[in-house]
């Protein structure tokens, strides 16, 4: 829509595709609208996921079956920060234009996927520390937490593959309604599981 309009400096008047008032304003409603609107189903942006290694894959198979759950579209590659630096690089550094909104990068042991993709991309980088043969995970978390100031990487727990897809999908929610009202509904259904195992346990201790 905006190259019917005058170009920023330029006198309106000048521009020889200038359009009457009464049809910049709709244009205008119309290019702001798509910020507005409920973003689900084609036009909803991709989550990244990326795992330093094929031993991850238990955990980021929660991560896509939770993000499955609630129609969020994703990709899922193995590209290891230490191993191939140049893949994971060109990953981040494209994912913006490919069409990604969030990213979550997973690794264990001396964790720095997280930090590395997140070095190289503006969108939110989610950090999934992943439990190695040593150290209880210990080491992935604090490989992935502590980001120095300026290259921020929201961490989630220990082999943390739910919860990385549910924050993933809280943050496109965002802007897309249809999306937020299906997290509520999930929570929902969690509160009312629980209720219920509490009903359960009243009636087994007070007969
Ligand atoms: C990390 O090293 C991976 O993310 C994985 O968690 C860990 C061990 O990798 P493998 O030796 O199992 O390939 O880079």
Known sequence: MCHFLAPAGQPEMMHKNFVPMP????????????FYLPQGGQHMKKVGIVMGSDSDLPILRKTMDTLTSLGIPYECHIYSAHRTPEEARDFAVSARANGFGVLIAAAGMAAHLAGAIAA????????????????????????????????????VAVNGGVNAALLSAQILAVEDAELAAKLDARRAADAAKVLEKDAALQAELNG
């Open 23 to 34: 049809l910049r304003i709709f244009a205008v409603q119309c290019s702001c609208m798509k």
């Open 120 to 155: 190289n991309t503006t969108l939110p980088v989610i950090g999934i520390p992943c439990k190695g043969p040593c150290l209880d995970g210990i080491d992935a978390l604090l490989s992935t937490v502590m980001m120095p100031s300026g290259i921020p990487v929201a961490t």
